[in-house]
């Protein structure tokens, strides 16, 4: 069974100027789940907008966890429901990503299995737009314009993003690769 998350109501979606609780909001969950799962985790990272000092974001923590076999959920998902999370998201045709939202739907907390090549993107752009303020506006202006539409579907708005994306992740990809950035 896919579950899809439906609760949203269609509309624009909220981006915020950046906020400096997001880390101490990230650091909360941090341990709350570390202390739920103990050595489950294999790795625990803040990623997305909200972990990108100065840029605009939806106000929703993005939260990777890496452990063994996302497929067994009977081995973490009763202990992350038992501190509030619900899932919301079930994709195992997608590196077996599951997505739990905290009880205020202010987190989202995304389970990978270990070694997971999407995590390692994330990281990539995050730690790119950490050094790139050119990048962080860029995104930030793109993130702003397209949130003013109507979207029925978060995922919809995350679609209408993946040009910038794709960009800011080239000059990423090359600067890691050793190759100097093209702005």
Not at 48 to 72: Q, R
Not at 119 to 133: G, Y
Request: charged share 25%; net charge neutral.
């Amino acid at each position: 069974m896919i579950l899809r998350e439906v609760d949203r109501p269609p509309g624009p979606i909220l981006i915020c100027d950046y906020n400096p609780e997001w880390p101490k909001q990230f650091e909360t969950q941090s341990v709350l789940i570390r202390s739920a799962l103990g050595g489950l985790v294999l790795s625990l990272n803040h990623v997305g907008s909200t972990a990108v000092p100065g840029l605009a974001a939806k106000p929703i923590i993005d939260v990777t966890i890496m452990v063994s076999n996302p497929e067994h959920e009977s081995r973490y998902l009763p202990q992350l429901e038992g501190i509030g999370y619900k899932l919301v998201v079930r994709a195992p045709e997608w590196f077996e990503h599951r997505m739990l939202k905290s009880a205020a739907s202010d987190v989202n907390l995304h389970v990978f299995p270990p070694e997971c090549p999407e995590v390692d993107r994330m990281l990539l752009f995050r730690d790119w737009l950490r050094r790139n303020p050119e990048d962080v506006r860029l995104y930030a202006k793109s993130k702003r314009l397209l949130a003013t539409r109507d979207w029925s579907q978060v995922q919809d708005y995350a679609d209408a993003k993946q040009t910038v994306i794709d960009a800011i992740m080239a000059r990423a990809q090359a600067a890691s690769a050793g190759h100097p950035p093209k702005l």
